[in-house]
């Protein structure tokens, strides 16, 4: 029985960005290849653009309600609705397919579907992040996916724009030296009938004064 395995022919070429760079894969879904395609193990969901899906000529009525959900982007994501749809890994005398939930979203992302976990552990497959690749067990042996090189650098360059232009208090943000804007001043209120008083002397002791309302007599 094939066992999942790395060795020198996985490794890639050129290592510089093998820590910042996303896999991104080309499988093919219900037999059309899909390419941009994340492989996130911690995602908790599968997602598919709508663009995608209507390339693949379904049609909406196979699309189950679905719940809310949070964490792909920084809002809050409604998605279209659930389809079931057969992924495939491999070649032609080598490849393995199963049954793929997606979540149809529209998500501004450089990707058009992310693959999470749960498709990870369907297809028994081990994601190699160093040497940017996916393994697979096959029927007859194990199926090596190499991360799409064209679309790698695109994808992470995509990524870093979007973080930069993301801000929670619309770009009015304190840069991290920068102090703290002073509290501002306390303001001493008066009350309104402090100026309506008078002071008058005392007939029995002129020393002596007492305040009174300006609009009182002094007698």
């Given at each position: 029985?094939?066992?999942?395995?790395?060795?020198?022919?996985?490794?890639?070429?050129?290592?510089?960005?093998?820590s910042i760079?996303?896999?991104?894969?080309?499988?093919?879904?219900?037999?059309?290849?899909?390419?941009?395609?994340?492989?996130?193990?911690?995602a908790?969901?599968n997602?598919?653009?709508?663009?995608?899906?209507?390339?693949?000529?379904?049609?909406?009525?196979?699309?189950?309600?679905?719940?809310?959900?949070?964490?792909?982007?920084?809002?809050?994501?409604?998605?279209l609705?659930?389809?079931?749809?057969?992924?495939?890994?491999?070649?032609?005398?080598?490849?393995?397919?199963?049954?793929?939930?997606?979540?149809?979203?529209?998500?501004d992302?450089?990707?058009?579907?992310?693959?999470?976990?749960?498709?990870?552990?369907?297809?028994?497959?081990?994601?190699?992040?160093?040497?940017?690749?996916?393994?697979?067990?096959?029927?007859?042996?194990?199926?090596?996916?190499?991360?799409?090189?064209?679309?790698?650098?695109?994808?992470?360059?995509?990524?870093?724009?979007?973080?930069?232009?993301?801000?929670?208090?619309?770009?009015?943000?304190?840069?991290?030296?920068?102090p703290?804007?002073?509290?501002?001043a306390?303001?001493?209120?008066?009350?309104?009938?402090?100026?309506?008083?008078?002071?008058?002397?005392l007939?029995?002791?002129?020393?002596?004064?007492?305040?009174?309302?300006a609009q009182?007599?002094?007698?």
């Amino acid at each position: 029985m094939p066992y999942v395995d790395v060795d020198l022919n996985d490794h890639p070429d050129n290592t510089a960005g093998v820590s910042i760079l996303p896999v991104v894969v080309t499988p093919t879904i219900c037999n059309l290849g899909v390419e941009r395609e994340l492989v996130d193990g911690g995602a908790g969901l599968n997602l598919l653009s709508p663009k995608v899906f209507h390339k693949m000529q379904i049609g909406e009525r196979k699309l189950l309600p679905s719940m809310p959900f949070y964490g792909v982007t920084v809002w809050k994501m409604i998605p279209l609705g659930q389809v079931e749809l057969p992924g495939t890994f491999g070649e032609r005398v080598n490849f393995r397919t199963e049954n793929v939930v997606f979540s149809m979203a529209y998500f501004d992302l450089p990707y058009n579907a992310i693959l999470g976990h749960s498709t990870l552990a369907k297809f028994m497959a081990a994601v190699h992040y160093a040497y940017i690749t996916l393994k697979i067990l096959g029927p007859s042996r194990v199926i090596s996916v190499k991360a799409d090189v064209k679309w790698l650098g695109h994808c992470a360059e995509r990524l870093y724009e979007a973080m930069e232009a993301i801000s929670p208090d619309d770009g009015e943000r304190l840069e991290p030296s920068a102090p703290p804007p002073p509290p501002p001043a306390r303001q001493r209120i008066i009350p309104d009938d402090a100026t309506l008083t008078k002071a008058i002397r005392l007939r029995d002791d002129p020393e002596k004064t007492v305040m009174i309302g300006a609009q009182l007599s002094e007698k």
